[in-house]
């Protein structure tokens, strides 16, 4: 089958690979589609990061691997353990975890010391024709949904687990720092939690037009308005709750002085360089700091995944404003990677159909 394969940075190639076999607790995925994330971005320009170089610990697998972990598809094939229809339409959930640490034995997969997540640690990946997993890593998709969006189950996923974090409650105001394809769905899961109101600060008039479309009430260009004067002057002096979801170090300082004394500040990103903060901005202000790691894992799988699909069938989450392309496989490169990081597109999220 054919299959994109990362090597190292900017050296992806679609190359012909063996498909796995199906153990008796496995299942095998024709994929409808595989989104490019921004974590397939950061390793494309300056990995590896998370793609390991030496033997993984759970998968024993080291690059090249196949990449691509935000994957819905179609079931075609099950061992013969596995109590899953053939035909059911599914995501991955892409986690993989030691079960020999601390946070296995809690339940708490997401935090493995040994982890990691398919399509980046080894074990298959999306940005392929088919894939098998063992059977507790699939979600089904219910009627209604095209296995092509529920590719995008995982990446809307991320942001009801980071809205979990964040203790936000109905009626809470809300400060959103970016709205790439992961601000956006916070912003959405935000607005299904009954947040009001929801600012929303994003330099590109294309992402600011996109977050109003998924429910922003205001949306602030931070290139010639003070975001943090306006949201705290709207909101009586800051945000219950704000997020951060841009990976730079204005959006972390802007996102801890918008919330107002002893509100939240949650940290969704991924940085790939360390960055400068004032601890008193969160000492005197009493600021809740919180990090969000992706969602759970594991035999708990099915209930943030699920939370996210139960929205998208009545409508709460709405995933075609993000999907601004749908590629072929074996253009990734050239239509997926480079153009994502070309800083004149308008690209939010780019389907990849095998």
Same mark, same amino acid.
């Given at each position: 089958?054919?299959?994109?394969? #990362? #090597?190292?940075?900017?050296? &992806?190639?679609?190359?012909?690979?063996?498909?796995?076999?199906?153990?008796?607790?496995?299942?095998?995925? *024709?994929?409808?589609?595989?989104? !490019?994330?921004?974590?397939? =971005?950061?390793? #494309?320009?300056?990995?590896?990061?998370?793609?390991?170089?030496?033997?993984?610990?759970?998968?024993?697998?080291?690059?090249?691997?196949?990449?691509?972990?935000?994957?819905?598809?179609?079931?075609?094939?099950?061992?013969?353990?596995?109590?899953?229809?053939?035909?059911?339409?599914?995501? &991955?959930?892409?986690?993989?975890?030691?079960?020999?640490?601390?946070?296995?034995?809690?339940?708490?997969?997401?935090?493995?010391?040994?982890?990691?997540?398919?399509?980046?640690?080894?074990?298959?990946?999306?940005?392929?024709?088919?894939?098998?997993?063992?059977? *507790?890593? !699939?979600?089904?998709?219910?009627?209604?949904?095209?296995?092509?969006?529920?590719?995008?189950?995982?990446?809307?996923?991320?942001?009801?687990?980071?809205?979990?974090?964040?203790?936000?409650?109905?009626?809470? $105001?809300?400060?959103?720092?970016?709205?790439?394809?992961?601000? =956006?769905?916070?912003?959405?899961?935000?607005?299904?939690?009954?947040?009001?109101?929801?600012?929303?600060?994003?330099?590109?008039?294309?992402?600011?037009?996109?977050?109003?479309?998924?429910?922003?009430?205001? &949306?602030?260009?931070?290139?010639?308005?003070?975001?943090?004067?306006?949201?705290?002057?709207?909101?009586?002096?800051?945000?219950?709750? $704000?997020? *951060?979801?841009?990976?730079?170090?204005? $959006?972390?300082?802007?996102?801890?002085?918008?919330?107002?004394?002893?509100?939240?500040?949650?940290?969704? $990103? !991924?940085?790939? *360089?360390?960055?400068?903060?004032?601890?008193?901005?969160?000492?005197?202000?009493?600021?809740?700091?919180?990090?969000?790691?992706? #969602?759970?894992?594991?035999? =708990?799988?099915?209930?943030?995944?699920?939370?996210?699909?139960?929205?998208?069938?009545?409508?709460?989450?709405?995933?075609?404003?993000? &999907?601004?392309?749908?590629?072929?496989?074996?253009?990734?490169?050239?239509?997926?990677?480079?153009?994502? =990081?070309?800083?004149?597109?308008?690209?939010?999220?780019?389907?990849?159909?095998?």
């Amino acid at each position: 089958m054919r299959a994109a394969r #990362y #090597y190292g940075p900017e050296d &992806v190639r679609v190359e012909e690979v063996e498909p796995d076999t199906v153990g008796s607790n496995d299942v095998r995925v *024709e994929i409808a589609a595989c989104g !490019i994330c921004g974590s397939d =971005l950061g390793e #494309y320009v300056g990995g590896p990061i998370t793609i390991p170089d030496e033997p993984h610990p759970v998968t024993g697998e080291r690059l090249p691997i196949t990449i691509g972990h935000e994957m819905g598809g179609t079931v075609t094939e099950v061992g013969e353990s596995v109590d899953i229809d053939v035909g059911t339409h599914a995501v &991955v959930n892409p986690i993989i975890w030691c079960g020999e640490c601390r946070y296995c034995d809690e339940g708490e997969y997401r935090l493995c010391e040994s982890g990691g997540f398919i399509g980046l640690s080894g074990g298959g990946g999306g940005f392929a024709e088919n894939i098998v997993v063992s059977a *507790e890593k !699939i979600v089904p998709v219910p009627d209604g949904i095209p296995a092509h969006l529920a590719a995008l189950v995982e990446p809307f996923t991320v942001g009801v687990h980071a809205v979990q974090r964040s203790g936000l409650g109905a009626g809470d $105001s809300v400060a959103v720092f970016g709205s790439g394809p992961i601000g =956006l769905t916070v912003v959405q899961a935000a607005v299904a939690a009954g947040a009001n109101p929801v600012f929303v600060s994003e330099p590109k008039a294309n992402r600011r037009s996109l977050a109003k479309e998924c429910g922003a009430d205001e &949306v602030i260009d931070p290139t010639d308005t003070n975001p943090v004067e306006t949201i705290r002057k709207h909101t009586d002096g800051g945000a219950d709750v $704000s997020f *951060e979801v841009a990976g730079v170090e204005p $959006s972390v300082n802007q996102s801890l002085a918008a919330v107002k004394s002893g509100g939240t500040t949650t940290i969704v $990103s !991924i940085f790939e *360089e360390t960055i400068d903060i004032d601890p008193n901005d969160i000492v005197m202000p009493e600021t809740t700091v919180v990090g969000t790691a992706a #969602y759970r894992g594991g035999p =708990l799988s099915g209930r943030e995944f699920g939370t996210t699909m139960k929205n998208f069938a009545t409508g709460a989450f709405d995933p075609t404003p993000l &999907v601004t392309s749908e590629i072929e496989l074996e253009n990734i490169v050239r239509d997926g990677f480079e153009r994502l =990081l070309d800083g004149e597109s308008e690209e939010i999220k780019i389907l990849v159909r095998p």
